[in-house]
């Protein structure tokens, strides 16, 4: 960040501070953090988020071959920006997998060099302790090299309630039956004026920091996300930063952040504008910039979109996650189709956007480089079990789309909540 142009550039922006902070190699404040998000000259912000990137994680774009399994979409918690979900009773969509059937599913994949397999999926009231520790060990027999990344906080949350220990014995046994590693999802946004009105019956802030510092106490590394760009408002979002990073002092156990972006259809909330590419590329970057002790920043490709994600490249993300084969929570709208990236799309994607591509295993392991071992195997593989969707073509604003509708009743409630929320600054 040494040349004329760029210190021109910082200075006019009035950045001038943060950036010498960013060279010292200084934490921002949440000052700082509230400065970042409310400047106008976004290429600016991801320049500096850019050069933290490259400090710690040089040229190199990470991906994963992964597996996403999504065991059940029965869920009691009614989350009003939520699309995925089906209720308990009497909903003609509602599915539950048997722990064998997960396992098929994992089994269809035999071919394909998978290193993680992702799963995660609603708070089904009627699943009892046994079907998790059953569904761990189903998949990991049917897929014993790979690395189990299961469950939520939220998941985990009712999984210690109708298991009646301690998050650390529950840890344990998840452990025993195969668990690997957290995604780390739903926290959302940690605001307790969010919590209330939006997802007021899942655990809050604090248990979710309780039950990830369980986790990672009990030697399990996670991830952790923000879901953005519905009625959070910026100094809730910087707080979840600061929040999060103060975990991370103490445990060390967070591997990666995930901004994710909203997609209000067919929510409760779907009057709500979605987030645009510009604000995605600026919560990558200034996730970056707060979150100094996480070593990954990763741009969802199937959030924030194929082309987004290669631009996130150079705005502070450093990884792009992964083939997924399959994945319910957010579909393609015009075919309703399940969406999938081979490992030869996501390498060009990477190669096309100027960066180095590293394939990893979930605790960032290098697995290969470049065009290594990427095969069309996948692409056959991938062309059977879910529509094929080009990383070019089609993964735009037309994917924002999920698969279940509201009630009416939520809808009402969405209505009145963005009215009291007209916008997010
Ligand atoms: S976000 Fe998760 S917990 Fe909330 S309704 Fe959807 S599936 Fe359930």
Redesign the pocket.
């Known amino acids: 960040m040494k040349s004329n142009f760029w210190q021109h550039q910082i200075e006019a922006a009035g950045l001038g501070a943060i950036a010498a902070k960013i060279e010292r190699g200084e934490r921002l404040s949440f000052d700082d953090g509230l400065a970042l998000y409310r400047n106008p000259n976004l290429n600016v912000v991801g320049a500096l988020a850019n050069r933290v990137r490259e400090r710690k994680n040089s040229d190199v774009a990470y991906w994963v071959r992964n597996q996403h399994v999504n065991y059940t979409?029965v869920?009691?918690?009614?989350?009003l920006?939520?699309?995925?979900?089906a209720k308990p009773k009497d909903d003609p969509r509602a599915y539950v997998m048997t722990p064998r059937q997960a396992a098929q599913k994992v089994r269809n994949y035999a071919d394909v060099p998978i290193s993680e397999v992702h799963v995660v999926?609603?708070?089904n009231p009627k699943l009892p302790y046994a079907y998790y520790l059953e569904l761990l060990q189903e998949i990991k027999a049917a897929r014993p090299n790979a690395h189990i990344k299961a469950f939520?906080m939220?998941?985990i949350d009712q999984i210690v309630r109708i298991a009646k220990k301690s998050p650390r014995e529950v840890f344990e046994d998840l452990k025993a039956a195969g668990l690997d590693a957290l995604p780390g999802?739903?926290a959302?946004v940690m605001s307790d004026r969010v919590h209330e009105d939006l997802?007021a019956t899942?655990p809050d802030s604090a248990r979710w920091l309780e039950l990830a510092r369980a986790a990672h106490l009990s030697g399990l590394k996670s991830n952790a996300t923000l879901l953005y760009g519905h009625v959070e408002q910026t100094p809730e979002k910087v707080e979840h930063f600061v929040k999060l990073r103060e975990l991370q002092d103490e445990t060390g156990g967070f591997l990666s952040f995930i901004p994710l972006s909203w997609h209000p259809e067919k929510t409760a909330l779907e009057d709500l504008k979605a987030p645009t590419g510009v604000e995605d590329l600026r919560e990558i970057a200034v996730s970056r910039l707060m979150l100094d002790n996480f070593p990954h920043i990763k741009s969802f490709w199937i959030m924030n979109s194929a082309p987004v994600t290669q631009s996130a490249l150079w705005f502070g993300a450093d990884d792009v996650d992964g083939t997924i084969m399959e994945y319910e929570i957010i579909r393609d709208p015009a075919k309703d189709r399940k969406q999938v990236l081979t490992s030869r799309q996501l390498v060009e994607m990477i190669v096309e956007a100027g960066r180095e591509p590293v394939e990893r295993d979930p605790l960032y392991n290098v697995l290969s480089r470049g065009l290594e071992g990427v095969s069309d195997v996948e692409t056959l593989l991938s062309n059977q079990n879910a529509d094929l969707i080009q990383p070019s073509a089609n993964l735009g604003i037309t994917q924002r789309e999920g698969i279940t509708t509201a009630s009416q009743s939520l809808k009402e409630r969405g209505r009145e909540l963005i009215e009291s929320n007209s916008h997010r600054l």
Request: hydrophobic share 25%.
């Open positions: 979409n869920c009691n918690k009614g989350c920006f939520c699309s995925f979900y999926g609603g708070v939520t939220v998941e999802g739903g959302e997802f899942k």
